[in-house]
């Protein structure tokens, strides 16, 4: 049994190794990087995006969690946003309500596409399977309402960082 469990890893570390190949490839202006926390553990990932051109997003920047079973590609990640962000398919506890990482979840979606899935989503979001259904509601019917706090959220994460500098 152990073996078993060992190989699965094995079998997920080297595909892990695949895709941050293909990450190695993207970067900020690309609209997403990815790369392990630490070289010892390749199954917690940090990555970043950026909001989407001329969408109320665009100017964001969006911190990441990946953590990636054992399994994998088999199962996908788990995915979750550090900053906050307000959305119809994001969780408050920041946590990525998404088809491709469950119902539509396939062995041959990798990191990269992972992250410029979420990131499309960012401006296309299901309003008819809403993790956060205030972001749903405003998104639906009140969309300058919906846009404008996009904004104030993206105008306090821009005044945070230069206040940090």
């Known amino acids: 049994m152990t073996s078993t469990v060992h190989n699965d890893c094995q079998t997920a570390k080297k595909r892990l190794l695949k895709d941050l190949v293909q990450l190695q490839s993207l970067t900020l202006q690309d609209g997403a990087t990815a790369?392990?926390?630490?070289?010892?553990?390749?199954?917690?990932?940090?990555a970043m995006i950026t909001g989407p051109e001329d969408t109320p997003f665009e100017g964001g920047l969006y911190e990441l969690h990946l953590s990636i079973p054992c399994d994998y590609p088999i199962h996908a990640p788990k995915v979750s946003f550090k900053t906050e962000i307000f959305h119809p398919n994001i969780y408050q506890n920041g946590d990525v309500c998404i088809d491709i990482l469950q119902t539509q979840w396939?062995?041959?979606?990798?990191?990269?596409?992972i992250l410029i899935s979420i990131r499309s989503l960012l401006n296309e979001?299901?309003?008819?399977?809403?993790?956060?259904?205030?972001?749903?509601?405003?998104?639906?019917?009140?969309?300058?309402?919906?846009?404008?706090?996009?904004?104030?959220?993206i105008d306090k994460q821009l005044q945070s960082c230069n206040e940090s500098k």
Request: a negative charge; aromatic letters at 8%; proline letters at 6%.
């Open 35 to 46: 790369a392990p926390l630490n070289e010892s553990n390749l199954f917690e990932w940090q």
């Open 106 to 113: 396939s062995e041959v979606m990798s990191i990269d596409k």
């Open 125 to 153: 979001p299901n309003v008819n399977s809403p993790a956060n259904a205030e972001a749903a509601l405003l998104y639906k019917e009140h969309r300058n309402e919906f846009n404008r706090r996009i904004r104030n959220d």
